[in-house]
């Protein structure tokens, strides 16, 4: 037995390829993120259920090259609480936390002084944290501000659900040979010229039609 | 106590029902007439430092002896083991985030003479943190705290019906539950149930400003941007979010509480209505 949705999302993979555009829309999403704040840098984290660690899945700004890929485990410092309580939190001069500084400092030497956090919501679950650090020291924090960060960790959520889909789907595909046929099938009519792209969704919609598919 | 994994709750907790009144049980049920022509924030908290009141935070763990938040009566940390029983132990990790503390602060500097305790429900692991969640603030309805802090909520559905039962319980044996709304368009609890004070933030300055809202399901909003906090590791720092103004009036609660312990949750939330600074807060 297969789980529910993962024959579409085999599907959806042989046709739509691999996550990378799902990830080049994260970039963007914490690239405009950090630029709209006029903040230093900008991530998402994605909560690993299996080893219930939060792993950085984009990262622009201060501590790019050394953050992306990092983990530290999902109960603990600011990002921990914004995921177990799904909140969002505002934090001015965080250099004074040494949960923090311990957590993600040390390995990069950014520390920032401000950190703005929200969680990634889509439906009951809680997928990660988007984050934007040190904005400009001179401006207050405001609400308006609050709901904007609202509205991004909101494009965020979207954007790593359909990752994290793209992600079941290759993993469906590397493993089981019963369900990544349909993907190869799909894949390779796709690549099909003319008439024998015609014969081959034929051959398909008979095939459909045998399977009890009264569209066809 | 029920079982945390089996969303049970146990009725003997609760008094005999009284689902009707005969004539001569109506004198049993006379209250105390002492209400003022006008309620005044001076009649409802002059004077009241929140001694006798008890306050429990359920967060993330409260750093005890920080400087702004002084002893706790007591910490304990809420797990749930592998058969779905909520354990209950003496917390020797005090706050695992910092934003417990903060938020006991926040009590503290308006009602300097209640009594904090700290109930963590964060820190352990990711994955269970809905039903220590519910064990946690079980836990916390069974004490019989007067005002349960809850700056947290929780989107999962299955969770909701149990929280409601909660919350409703809270409500019928006089602990009052302050709950942040949430800041983001979704779905979360408990904050949305009317047994509960929902608090969302305000931008203005003052820590006794406190709004009420017309058009629930928020009902209230307390000061919850840029709110100097102490934070763990005896420090202090400027922060926002809905999770800093729900302590603002878990403050305000305790501070009328400890001067009207007579009063109900129900009466309590019409206080806080007829004090509002945009009802009567003024005068």
Known sequence: MTERGELQAAVAAGVVGSEEPFRALLSAIVEVARSLFGAKASSILLLDEETDELVFEAVVGEGEEHLLGMRFPAGKGIAGWVLATRTPLVIEDVRTDPRFAADVAEDTGYVPSGLMAAPLLHGERALGVLEVLDRPEASLFSLHEMELLGL??????????????????????????????????????????????????????DLAATLGDRRS | MGDVAGHRWDASQAALPAWSLPKDAVDRIA?????PEQVTREWAFGGSTGRGARVCILDSGVEAGHPSVGELERSVVVTVDEAGEAVVAEDTEG???????????????????????????????????GAVLLAGLRYAVEQGFDVINMSLSTTKKPFAAVLHELADSAYFRRSVLVASAHNMPVESYPWRFSSVISVGSHEEPDPLAYFYNPTPPVEFFGRGVNVQVPWSGGRRLTVSGNSFATPHLSAICALILAKHPELTPFQLKNVLYLTATNVGGGR
């Open chain 2, 95 to 129: 706050d695992v985030s910092g934003h417990g503390t903060a938020c006991a602060g926040i009590v503290r500097a308006l009602a300097p003479e209640c009594s904090l305790a700290s109930v963590r429900v964060l820190g352990a692991n990711f994955a269970g943190s």
């Open chain 1, 152 to 205: 991004f960790a909101n494009q965020a959520a979207i954007a790593v659900d359909l990752l994290l889909k793209a992600r079941r789907a290759e993993r469906v595909l590397a493993g089981k040979d019963d369900l990544s046929v349909v993907a190869r099938l799909a894949a390779a009519v796709d690549a099909l010229e003319a008439e024998r792209r015609e014969a081959g969704l034929q051959l398909l919609r």
């Open chain 2, 31 to 35: 209250l105390p007439a002492e209400w």
